[in-house]
């Protein structure tokens, strides 16, 4: 155990391809990796280098780092760091490695590579708006002052700010004059004034009452600064005279008010390579059709069993109606959940620590929340979307029926045990530095997997829990097709909203606040996608080793959970002990076409 403890001291300077000879403990792969503290440090020291050349926010008890548009500086030592790391690690020996650490290494080494990226294109998008702002070195090299508690002189200062006013207030004029830069330029230069706003108020806060001559000479200069950023940007904000603005009817407004930016084909596929995933847009789409249509082919059964024959909008509107009175949901959250649980011991699923069933909680939802998350949502504990004493009347019948105890029952462990709160409790403890890699087809894949799982396994047993399972797993379906044909700019926003009332059976605000969450909430492009391609993802895992008995349901579970949230195609190398290149690409066609 001594020897594994110095191991781990010597790894961040030691050559890891000497170290990784070491025979390591099976155990020890729970926790780590030949790569683990590697990854560790790496983290760390980026964390050091963000915060460092960061500014500090002072209002407040204490004050506390803000993390805003890069300076030159900043961004410079973020390439050289990631840089750096990168040939470290392509002197390590590779080869060497147990799969778990070739994993950590190929993750590593994307997510590296990938914010190399980001920075080279922020880099590149700075130096197209540089002419517009002659003034921010000046800032950055007053923060730069800050940095280590400088003694500044006060007259100087002064004179310094004030020329910095003047470059602001000349580049202001020039604009009014002149055309305006680009939309995509004027985002970034609104990005990187509240930068220097924050860079520049961090610099004056730490001197101000601190230093009496600072106190006496620099806060007017300051304000007038700071107030001619703030004229700056309102200038960048506004519309040009001469152009043309639409006044349209918000009533007539056939996508709901809902705005965001498609971001094309060629987008979606770097960022799907980048998730491992190896399909097309296009046949990830095939596989929602194909999903869906098992989906059909099973309403219609429940819906022929309630004696609706092929009418399932029917049986679906009386499923609809079993919503428990207001007050009452907090009851039938956990009676689901005990439900699900009992079933899961039954049948032999997984084993759940009986500390992570004691300690879930949960809250209720504010009305403004329930604009963009019409159902509950979960985690370390649920939030219950259910009718508050403010909303519309319209509102809280909407919210009674979209919530019922049906569509409820194949969610709420889902977002609690073995969902989201069982991933918070076991991703804290297993290999937690992979947090760094973590992904929605990690977070979602597993969560939509219990929903295949169970129903495949007849926690459904009436026609009405299946029509309530059936909902959701349409409704994961309809996000792949609304969220892609968006981003391929083949669809509006509005076409979204009516193809899940239409297809999916929402109710209007309900499937409205869905879209406008997949499209304003600030989640990935890929998020909506990720719940049922990584279910599907983990379905063909466990077909692959538990349906061959390779593994037991429990074995299969406790070992995915291990490690972590990172990409399913890299669960699979671990579980399959798989053969990995130091120069690996996605290759697992995990979904079968020709399945019925």
């Given at each position: 155990?001594?020897?594994?403890?110095?191991?781990?001291?010597?790894?961040?300077?030691?050559?890891?391809?000497?170290?990784?000879?070491?025979?390591?403990?099976?155990?020890?792969?729970?926790?780590?990796?030949?790569?683990?503290?590697?990854?560790?440090?790496?983290?760390?020291?980026?964390?050091?280098?963000?915060?460092?050349?960061?500014?500090?926010?002072?209002?407040?008890?204490?004050?506390?780092?803000?993390?805003?548009?890069?300076?030159?500086?900043?961004?410079?030592?973020?390439?050289?760091?990631?840089?750096?790391?990168?040939?470290?690690?392509?002197?390590?020996?590779?080869?060497?490695?147990?799969?778990?650490?070739?994993?950590?290494?190929?993750?590593?080494?994307?997510?590296?590579?990938?914010?190399?990226?980001?920075?080279?294109?922020?880099?590149?998008?700075?130096?197209?708006?540089?002419?517009?702002?002659?003034?921010?070195?000046?800032?950055?090299?007053?923060?730069?002052?800050?940095?280590?508690?400088?003694?500044?002189?006060?007259?100087?200062?002064?004179?310094?700010?004030?020329?910095?006013?003047?470059?602001?207030?000349?580049?202001?004029?020039?604009?009014?004059?002149?055309?305006?830069?680009?939309?995509?330029?004027?985002?970034?230069?609104?990005?990187?004034?509240?930068?220097?706003?924050?860079?520049?108020?961090?610099?004056?806060?730490?001197?101000?009452?601190?230093?009496?001559?600072?106190?006496?000479?620099?806060?007017?200069?300051?304000?007038?600064?700071?107030?001619?950023?703030?004229?700056?940007?309102?200038?960048?904000?506004?519309?040009?005279?001469?152009?043309?603005?639409?006044?349209?009817?918000?009533?007539?407004?056939?996508?709901?008010?809902?705005?965001?930016?498609?971001?094309?084909?060629?987008?979606?596929?770097?960022?799907?390579?980048?998730?491992?995933?190896?399909?097309?847009?296009?046949?990830?789409?095939?596989?929602?059709?194909?999903?869906?249509?098992?989906?059909?082919?099973?309403?219609?059964?429940?819906?022929?069993?309630?004696?609706?024959?092929?009418?399932?909008?029917?049986?679906?509107?009386?499923?609809?109606?079993?919503?428990?009175?207001?007050g009452k949901q907090p009851e039938l959250i956990v009676r689901l959940q005990n439900d699900a649980l009992d079933f899961i011991r039954k049948n032999d699923l997984i084993q759940i620590p009986a500390l992570a069933e004691e300690t879930w909680g949960m809250v209720m939802m504010s009305a403004e929340r329930q604009l963009v998350n019409p159902f509950f949502t979960g985690g370390r504990e649920i939030s219950i979307s259910y009718p508050t004493s403010t909303m519309k009347e319209e509102d809280?019948?909407?919210?009674?029926?979209?919530?019922?105890?049906?569509?409820?029952?194949?969610?709420?462990?889902?977002?609690?045990?073995?969902?989201?709160?069982?991933?918070?409790?076991?991703?804290?403890?297993?290999?937690?530095?992979?947090?760094?890699?973590?992904?929605?087809?990690?977070?979602?894949?597993?969560?939509?997997?219990?929903?295949?799982?169970?129903?495949?396994?007849?926690?459904?047993?009436?026609?009405?829990?299946?029509?309530?399972?059936?909902?959701?797993?349409?409704?994961?379906?309809?996000?792949?097709?609304?969220?892609?044909?968006?981003?391929?700019?083949?669809?509006?926003?509005?076409?979204?909203?009516?193809?899940?009332?239409?297809?999916?059976?929402?109710?209007?605000?309900?499937?409205?606040?869905?879209?406008?969450?997949?499209?304003?909430?600030?989640?990935?492009?890929?998020?909506?996608?990720?719940?049922?391609?990584?279910?599907?993802?983990?379905?063909?895992?466990?077909?692959?080793l538990v349906d061959q008995g390779k593994m037991s349901y429990n074995e299969f579970h406790e070992r995915v959970m291990k490690e972590n949230l990172i990409p399913m195609e890299l669960v699979r190398a671990t579980l399959t002990e798989q053969q990995l290149p130091r120069d690996f690409k996605t290759q697992w066609k995990f979904y079968d076409f020709n399945k019925k």
């Amino acid at each position: 155990m001594k020897r594994y403890f110095y191991h781990l001291l010597l790894m961040c300077s030691l050559p890891v391809g000497s170290i990784a000879q070491q025979k390591i403990n099976p155990l020890l792969y729970e926790q780590t990796s030949e790569m683990g503290t590697t990854i560790v440090c790496y983290q760390q020291d980026l964390k050091a280098v963000r915060d460092f050349y960061s500014p500090y926010h002072n209002r407040g008890f204490y004050p506390e780092i803000r993390y805003v548009y890069h300076s030159p500086e900043q961004r410079s030592r973020l390439i050289e760091l990631n840089t750096n790391c990168l040939k470290k690690m392509q002197q390590m020996d590779f080869n060497s490695f147990s799969v778990y650490g070739k994993v950590d290494y190929l993750l590593l080494s994307k997510e590296i590579q990938a914010d190399l990226v980001r920075l080279e294109q922020e880099q590149k998008e700075d130096a197209s708006i540089a002419i517009y702002l002659p003034f921010a070195a000046d800032i950055y090299a007053m923060e730069k002052e800050r940095r280590r508690g400088n003694t500044i002189d006060a007259p100087v200062m002064a004179a310094r700010i004030n020329v910095t006013l003047k470059k602001v207030r000349t580049t202001l004029a020039t604009l009014k004059k002149n055309a305006k830069p680009t939309k995509e330029q004027t985002g970034v230069l609104l990005a990187a004034i509240e930068g220097l706003k924050s860079r520049l108020s961090g610099f004056f806060n730490f001197y101000q009452g601190y230093d009496p001559a600072f106190s006496w000479w620099i806060p007017k200069p300051y304000e007038a600064l700071d107030k001619a950023l703030d004229e700056f940007a309102l200038s960048l904000s506004m519309k040009p005279e001469n152009e043309t603005v639409v006044k349209t009817d918000a009533a007539k407004d056939t996508d709901y008010g809902i705005k965001g930016t498609p971001i094309g084909q060629q987008a979606l596929l770097a960022q799907l390579k980048a998730e491992f995933i190896p399909y097309a847009p296009e046949d990830l789409v095939k596989i929602a059709e194909k999903e869906f249509a098992f989906c059909d082919s099973e309403l219609l059964k429940a819906s022929s069993e309630m004696g609706f024959g092929n009418d399932w909008k029917k049986a679906q509107e009386k499923v609809k109606q079993s919503y428990v009175a207001p007050g009452k949901q907090p009851e039938l959250i956990v009676r689901l959940q005990n439900d699900a649980l009992d079933f899961i011991r039954k049948n032999d699923l997984i084993q759940i620590p009986a500390l992570a069933e004691e300690t879930w909680g949960m809250v209720m939802m504010s009305a403004e929340r329930q604009l963009v998350n019409p159902f509950f949502t979960g985690g370390r504990e649920i939030s219950i979307s259910y009718p508050t004493s403010t909303m519309k009347e319209e509102d809280k019948l909407m919210s009674m029926r979209g919530n019922n105890p049906y569509f409820s029952r194949g969610t709420v462990q889902h977002e609690l045990l073995p969902g989201h709160h069982l991933q918070y409790y076991m991703n804290s403890r297993y290999k937690n530095y992979r947090e760094l890699f973590t992904t929605p087809f990690g977070v979602e894949g597993w969560t939509l997997y219990w929903e295949l799982l169970l129903y495949d396994k007849g926690f459904a047993k009436t026609p009405e829990e299946r029509i309530g399972m059936l909902f959701w797993r349409m409704h994961r379906c309809a996000r792949i097709i609304f969220s892609l044909n968006y981003h391929l700019g083949k669809w509006s926003p509005g076409q979204c909203v009516d193809f899940l009332v239409d297809r999916v059976g929402h109710e209007p605000a309900n499937a409205e606040g869905e879209v406008r969450r997949s499209f304003e909430g600030g989640y990935s492009p890929l998020y909506q996608i990720a719940y049922m391609i990584g279910g599907l993802q983990l379905m063909a895992m466990k077909n692959e080793l538990v349906d061959q008995g390779k593994m037991s349901y429990n074995e299969f579970h406790e070992r995915v959970m291990k490690e972590n949230l990172i990409p399913m195609e890299l669960v699979r190398a671990t579980l399959t002990e798989q053969q990995l290149p130091r120069d690996f690409k996605t290759q697992w066609k995990f979904y079968d076409f020709n399945k019925k």
